[in-house]
Every structure is written in C-alpha cells, then in structure tokens.
C-alpha cells in the first residue's frame, strides 16, 4: 500500500469509531434534578433533535416533574413517553409540557419519543 492509502484507511476507521463512540458509547454523568418550593425534583428539558440535557439524576422515593420544551416540528419528538413509570404526553411546539410521577426505586430508566430514535435516561439514586 501506498502511504496516502495508509492515510486514509487509517483516517475511515478512527471517523467510523468517533461515530460508534458518539452515538452508541458515549454517556454522559448528567444533571441533577433542582428540589423546588412544592417538593418536587425538577428539570426543563429541551427537545430539539434530541433531550438535551439527556440524562437526568433524582433520588428515590420522592416527587419527579420534567419539563419538556419541544423547539422542532418533527414527527418523532411530538410525543415523550416513560414506560418504566407508566407515562407519556404529547409534546406541541413551543410549550412546556410538565410530565410528574414518583422516582421509585433506584435503577436506571429510559424514556423516549415514541418511535424510539430519540433517547434519555432518568437515573434514580438511594437517598
């Protein structure tokens, strides 16, 4: 092989593994939830794209309410859905949208959009 094919088989497989690593691998520590004046363990969550910010931590046992700000109007990100907790909720444009529920137990739990593309995860901690 010629050195400038080098180059660019070595360059095909370090982009291919920075976009493994960025869709599949990467995770993020998250944000924790802010406790508000009625007790609840609150979060805005943009959604454009995707849920940014993506990963949310609360503690066990306690009042949850995210809420969801939908900036697009494509059809995946029109409902959010938490079926670990039993919930979803139609998300219109430009509203925010309050989604609350009770954290649980401590684990990890997803939610997502409807078809499944766009992802989040709530992470409940042990008090």
Same mark, same amino acid.
């Given at each position: 092989?010629r050195p400038d094919q080098i180059f660019i088989t070595l360059g095909?497989?370090?982009?291919?593994?920075?976009?493994?690593?960025?869709?599949?691998?990467?995770?993020?520590?998250?944000?924790?939830?802010?406790?508000?004046?009625?007790?609840?363990?609150?979060?805005?969550?943009l959604v454009k794209g995707g849920y940014t910010p993506d990963t949310?931590?609360?503690?066990? @046992? /306690?009042? !949850?309410? =995210?809420? +969801?700000?939908?900036? *697009?109007?494509?059809?995946?990100?029109?409902?959010?859905?938490?079926?670990?907790?039993?919930?979803?909720?139609?998300?219109?444009? @430009? /509203?925010? !949208?309050? =989604?609350? +529920?009770?954290?649980? *137990?401590?684990?990890?739990?997803?939610?997502?959009?409807?078809?499944?593309?766009?992802?989040?995860?709530?992470?409940?901690?042990?008090?």
């Amino acid at each position: 092989m010629r050195p400038d094919q080098i180059f660019i088989t070595l360059g095909g497989f370090a982009v291919i593994t920075f976009i493994a690593w960025f869709f599949w691998l990467k995770r993020t520590v998250g944000v924790r939830a802010t406790v508000v004046s009625d007790g609840y363990q609150e979060q805005m969550i943009l959604v454009k794209g995707g849920y940014t910010p993506d990963t949310i931590r609360v503690v066990a @046992g /306690r009042p !949850v309410r =995210l809420l +969801f700000r939908r900036e *697009e109007t494509a059809a995946c990100s029109e409902q959010v859905v938490l079926p670990d907790f039993g919930k979803s909720a139609a998300l219109p444009t @430009g /509203r925010v !949208v309050p =989604l609350e +529920f009770i954290s649980g *137990e401590p684990g990890t739990h997803e939610f997502t959009c409807q078809m499944g593309m766009l992802r989040g995860q709530i992470i409940v901690e042990a008090a």
